[in-house]
């Protein structure tokens, strides 16, 4: 018996497996991985440019063209901001939720995809409580599919927001970015990263602009195996720690509507990863305050970190306007190979 | 009825430990001679079969299948699922018990078994181990038993109370039925639907964690351990995780009667399969890690597990084509398990033939105690599959004999054309 041997392998000449299909439509945001730096760096620089462009110009753009934005999950930001971004060029635009509507008579995902598209819709929004929502709706209906939010799974416009109120803050005036626009810029994540697309969509995108992600958080909601998403992401479950090595603070809600029977002890989470003034000056003076909404203050955040002098939270919204705009405009005039704009 | 002569084939009978050219007499159902070839006297007007270059086997036993009647024929039917069984190579099938309603009483068992369902090999039905499956209150298993159900369980629905399982096991025991348990802590899997680990977290899914399965395996054999009885008999159903296959090894070591069984899906997909949210890779137990899938290759190697089983279940494609969470688990799997197994366990892991045909047939027959079934001895029931043992093919969903299509194994290559499957006696699949 040799007691070092190491179990071999398997090797399984398995038939390879078919490469994804996904996605069908070169317009369609689905995961931020969808998206090349080339392809992130046309969306920057385009939200710049319709930010700036004269509104009656813009209006032109995607005049009288038809967004759908079909949401099974309620929303402030995400689908006011989509909305503004489709009307701001000129589209005309739908909004479908759970409520009021046939979902509620049991109509299913695809059959409420088709019928948007038989009303002419060029593309749909879509908002979903199931991960990997958008993926059947895609692959349904072929249209170009915007994920605004599926399950716990991803929310790749906020992570893309996100990304250009960083580079606003601490590289002003880039545009393109590459592999090495945010080295050595660390961001950490804060609080319940289990539930989180807002994170997942981040923990993806950040490191492959050079930027570390740092994760915080308990156990119960932030399981190690999170390092094993992607390269460039590393756990600190000390707040404090984290805090003194980060130029990026992103603060999470807890999704008490996801914590499935979950028991937490919201006194004691409180006590090791509020956001406090007194903890942002003394471990953090200068880092950027983030928070993709919606606050719950004196949970995550004191209400004085939400309205303080490093708070970027009001930013991240006006930022999603223009990088909205951006994406619904690729989704109506992309007809260019998968992965670029 | 008419005899049937099989000529010029292979024989592979591992029960029988026969692995020679033979020729088959069938008669009256079952098994009337089998002699070297050429070696028979031919009666007049019996029918020959030519099974030059093709192996003979007894036909195959599966102890997990879904047949879905009574309830829901639109998934599949006694008679569409007994077709694509027979189809597979199957000539014995156990169908498990959570119809609708469930089988839990000698009527519906005995409708199961009625000539009008049109089954075209031999079912077995499994009885409910508690009423409704609701794992409260037994069933009377010598009824069920009499009536023709072959062991007691509730699958899907696994028993969780300590209490009712020591006396399902018992109350099994005295009647001489096996007790079969879907091994999953359900209180560890709510809103679960994949393997827990990085995959699960990455694609914001909840996942099943590995120990759901296992624990339950480990309080199955601690009661069968109390009970003290060796007629008692355990058999843990579709195993997924390194962990549960120990138990059952060392369970076996220390002399109890527990046995288990392998899906092809286990020992050949891991959760990577799930890919972009694949509901046809969605079953229960899930997929699980490349680790746990070694494991079931190795355990099918090494002897532990002793049956291939598919847990064929069929669903409508209407009700796969939804969000993954919501999608019904399982996949088909009466039609490949075959073609998977000579291509993978035989082909490519050097399992001899026979053991795989042994793991397919004599010994899941013999768990069950199906008398007469699995070997090809005289007297023994004419259930024969033949095949062409070097043929590759790829097998493609839409032309299933099944009513559902749901599998990952559209587009495999599989190895091994059955060519005719026989049913005591009766040409029960031609190949075209």
Same mark, same amino acid.
């Given at each position: 018996?040799?007691?070092?041997?190491?179990?071999?392998?398997?090797?399984?000449?398995?038939?390879?497996?078919?490469?994804?299909?996904?996605?069908?439509?070169?317009?369609?945001?689905?995961?931020?991985?969808?998206?090349?730096?080339?392809?992130?760096?046309?969306?920057?620089?385009?939200?710049?440019?319709?930010?700036?462009?004269?509104?009656?110009?813009?209006?032109?753009?995607?005049?009288?063209?038809?967004?759908?934005?079909?949401?099974?999950?309620?929303?402030?930001?995400?689908?006011?901001?989509?909305?503004?971004?489709?009307?701001?060029?000129?589209?005309?635009?739908?909004?479908?939720?759970?409520?009021?509507?046939?979902?509620?008579?049991?109509?299913?995902?695809?059959?409420?995809?088709?019928?948007?598209?038989?009303?002419?819709?060029?593309?749909?929004?879509?908002?979903?409580?199931?991960?990997?929502?958008?993926?059947?709706?895609?692959?349904?209906?072929?249209?170009?599919?915007?994920?605004?939010?599926?399950?716990?799974?991803?929310?790749?416009?906020?992570?893309?927001?996100?990304?250009?109120?960083?580079?606003?803050?601490?590289?002003?005036?880039?545009?393109?970015?590459?592999?090495?626009?945010?080295?050595?810029?660390?961001?950490?994540?804060?609080?319940?990263?289990?539930?989180?697309?807002?994170?997942?969509?981040?923990?993806?995108?950040?490191?492959?602009?050079?930027?570390?992600?740092?994760?915080?958080? *308990?156990?119960?909601?932030?399981?190690?195996?999170?390092?094993?998403?992607?390269?460039?992401?590393?756990?600190?479950?000390?707040?404090?720690?984290?805090?003194?090595?980060? &130029?990026?603070?992103?603060?999470?809600?807890?999704?008490?509507?996801?914590?499935?029977?979950?028991?937490?002890?919201?006194? &004691?989470?409180?006590?090791?990863?509020?956001?406090?003034?007194?903890?942002?000056?003394?471990?953090?003076?200068?880092?950027?305050?983030?928070?993709?909404?919606?606050?719950?203050?004196?949970?995550?955040?004191?209400?004085?970190?939400?309205?303080? *002098?490093?708070?970027?939270?009001?930013?991240?919204?006006?930022?999603?306007?223009?990088?909205?705009?951006?994406?619904?405009?690729?989704?109506?005039?992309?007809?260019?190979?998968?992965? &670029?704009? | 009825?008419?005899?049937?002569?099989?000529?010029?084939?292979?024989?592979?009978?591992?029960?029988?430990?026969?692995?020679?050219?033979?020729?088959?007499?069938?008669?009256?159902?079952?098994?009337?001679?089998?002699?070297?070839?050429?070696?028979?006297?031919?009666?007049?007007?019996?029918?020959?079969?030519?099974?030059?270059?093709?192996?003979?086997?007894?036909?195959?036993?599966?102890?997990?299948?879904?047949?879905?009647?009574?309830?829901?024929?639109?998934?599949?039917?006694?008679?569409?699922?007994?077709?694509?069984?027979?189809?597979?190579?199957?000539?014995?099938?156990?169908?498990?018990?959570?119809?609708?309603?469930?089988?839990?009483?000698?009527?519906?068992?005995?409708?199961?078994?009625?000539?009008?369902?049109?089954?075209?090999?031999?079912?077995?039905?499994?009885?409910?181990?508690?009423?409704?499956?609701?794992?409260?209150?037994?069933?009377?298993?010598?009824?069920?038993?009499?009536?023709?159900?072959?062991?007691?369980?509730?699958?899907?629905?696994?028993?969780?109370?300590?209490?009712?399982?020591?006396?399902?096991?018992?109350?099994?025991?005295?009647?001489?039925?096996?007790?079969?348990?879907?091994?999953?802590?359900?209180?560890?899997?709510?809103?679960?639907?994949?393997?827990?680990?990085?995959?699960?977290?990455?694609?914001?899914?909840?996942?099943?964690?590995?120990?759901?399965?296992?624990?339950?395996?480990?309080?199955?054999?601690?009661?069968?351990?109390?009970?003290?009885?060796?007629?008692?008999?355990?058999?843990?159903?579709?195993?997924?995780?390194?962990?549960?296959?120990?138990?059952?090894?060392?369970?076996?070591?220390?002399?109890?009667?527990?046995?288990?069984?392998?899906?092809?899906?286990?020992?050949?997909?891991?959760?990577?399969?799930?890919?972009?949210?694949?509901?046809?890779?969605?079953?229960?137990?899930?997929?699980?890690?490349?680790?746990?899938?070694?494991?079931?290759?190795?355990?099918?190697?090494?002897?532990?597990?002793?049956?291939?089983?598919?847990?064929?279940?069929?669903?409508?494609?209407?009700?796969?084509?939804?969000?993954?969470?919501?999608?019904?688990?399982?996949?088909?799997?009466?039609?490949?398990?075959?073609?998977?197994?000579?291509?993978?366990?035989?082909?490519?892991?050097?399992?001899?033939?026979?053991?795989?045909?042994?793991?397919?047939?004599?010994?899941?027959?013999?768990?069950?105690?199906?008398?007469?079934?699995?070997?090809?001895?005289?007297?023994?029931?004419?259930?024969?599959?033949?095949?062409?043992?070097?043929?590759?093919?790829?097998?493609?969903?839409?032309?299933?004999?099944?009513?559902?299509?749901?599998?990952?194994?559209?587009?495999?290559?599989?190895?091994?054309?059955?060519?005719?499957?026989?049913?005591?006696?009766?040409?029960?699949?031609?190949?075209?």
């Amino acid at each position: 018996m040799n007691a070092t041997a190491i179990p071999v392998r398997r090797q399984l000449h398995l038939p390879p497996a078919a490469s994804s299909p996904f996605p069908f439509h070169p317009g369609s945001l689905l995961s931020v991985q969808d998206l090349d730096s080339e392809g992130i760096s046309h969306l920057l620089s385009r939200a710049t440019a319709l930010e700036n462009m004269d509104p009656l110009v813009r209006d032109r753009i995607l005049l009288k063209r038809r967004v759908a934005l079909l949401f099974y999950e309620s929303s402030t930001r995400t689908r006011t901001s989509f909305e503004l971004a489709a009307k701001g060029l000129g589209a005309d635009t739908t909004l479908v939720s759970s409520l009021s509507s046939s979902i509620e008579k049991g109509e299913t995902l695809k059959d409420t995809g088709l019928t948007l598209r038989a009303l002419g819709a060029e593309t749909i929004i879509l908002r979903h409580n199931s991960s990997g929502a958008p993926w059947l709706l895609e692959e349904t209906t072929q249209l170009p599919v915007l994920n605004a939010g599926d399950g716990m799974h991803e929310h790749p416009t906020q992570a893309l927001l996100d990304l250009r109120t960083i580079l606003a803050r601490l590289r002003p005036g880039a545009e393109t970015v590459n592999s090495d626009t945010l080295a050595g810029v660390t961001v950490m994540i804060v609080g319940d990263i289990l539930h989180s697309r807002v994170a997942r969509s981040n923990m993806l995108l950040l490191p492959r602009l050079g930027a570390r992600v740092l994760l915080c958080g *308990p156990k119960e909601l932030l399981p190690d195996l999170a390092v094993g998403a992607g390269p460039g992401i590393s756990i600190e479950r000390n707040f404090v720690a984290a805090l003194q090595q980060s &130029q990026v603070v992103m603060m999470l809600r807890i999704q008490a509507e996801r914590l499935a029977g979950m028991q937490l002890d919201l006194q &004691q989470y409180k006590e090791n990863y509020q956001l406090t003034g007194q903890r942002l000056a003394q471990h953090a003076p200068s880092a950027v305050v983030m928070h993709p909404g919606p606050i719950i203050r004196g949970l995550e955040l004191t209400a004085g970190v939400a309205d303080g *002098p490093q708070s970027a939270i009001l930013e991240q919204v006006r930022h999603g306007v223009a990088i909205r705009m951006a994406v619904v405009e690729r989704a109506l005039t992309s007809n260019g190979k998968r992965g &670029q704009a | 009825m008419t005899a049937l002569v099989i000529r010029g084939g292979h024989l592979v009978d591992p029960g029988a430990g026969v692995d020679a050219a033979k020729d088959i007499l069938l008669k009256d159902g079952r098994v009337a001679e089998v002699a070297g070839p050429g070696k028979l006297k031919l009666a007049n007007g019996a029918e020959i079969l030519d099974a030059s270059g093709l192996t003979v086997a007894p036909g195959l036993v599966d102890i997990h299948v879904h047949l879905r009647e009574p309830g829901q024929g639109y998934k599949e039917t006694i008679a569409t699922g007994t077709a694509a069984a027979a189809a597979g190579g199957f000539t014995s099938v156990a169908a498990m018990p959570n119809t609708i309603p469930v089988n839990d009483s000698p009527e519906i068992t005995r409708w199961m078994l009625a000539p009008e369902r049109g089954a075209s090999i031999r079912v077995f039905p499994i009885g409910a181990a508690t009423r409704g499956s609701k794992g409260e209150a037994l069933n009377d298993f010598a009824a069920l038993k009499s009536a023709g159900a072959v062991a007691v369980t509730d699958d899907g629905h696994p028993i969780l109370k300590d209490n009712i399982m020591r006396e399902t096991l018992a109350a099994a025991a005295r009647v001489g039925l096996s007790v079969i348990q879907h091994a999953e802590d359900t209180r560890m899997t709510q809103g679960a639907s994949m393997n827990a680990g990085p995959m699960a977290f990455k694609l914001g899914l909840r996942g099943m964690p590995p120990e759901a399965e296992s624990s339950l395996v480990d309080r199955d054999i601690r009661l069968v351990t109390e009970l003290r009885d060796a007629r008692v008999h355990l058999h843990v159903a579709h195993t997924s995780t390194g962990a549960a296959i120990s138990a059952v090894r060392q369970a076996r070591r220390n002399g109890l009667r527990v046995t288990c069984e392998v899906a092809p899906h286990h020992f050949l997909l891991t959760e990577e399969s799930v890919g972009q949210y694949n509901t046809n890779a969605k079953m229960n137990p899930p997929l699980r890690s490349a680790a746990d899938r070694d494991a079931m290759i190795e355990a099918i190697l090494d002897g532990v597990v002793d049956a291939i089983a598919t847990d064929h279940a069929p669903h409508a494609t209407h009700e796969k084509e939804v969000e993954f969470e919501n999608a019904p688990n399982g996949i088909t799997g009466l039609e490949t398990a075959l073609g998977l197994s000579l291509r993978w366990l035989h082909k490519e892991w050097k399992l001899p033939l026979g053991r795989v045909l042994s793991l397919l047939s004599a010994q899941p027959a013999a768990l069950l105690g199906l008398k007469g079934r699995g070997t090809l001895t005289v007297g023994s029931f004419a259930d024969v599959v033949i095949f062409d043992p070097q043929a590759q093919w790829t097998y493609h969903a839409r032309e299933t004999r099944s009513k559902s299509h749901n599998t990952p194994f559209d587009g495999w290559t599989m190895q091994g054309k059955v060519r005719w499957t026989i049913s005591e006696g009766r040409v029960a699949y031609k190949s075209e």
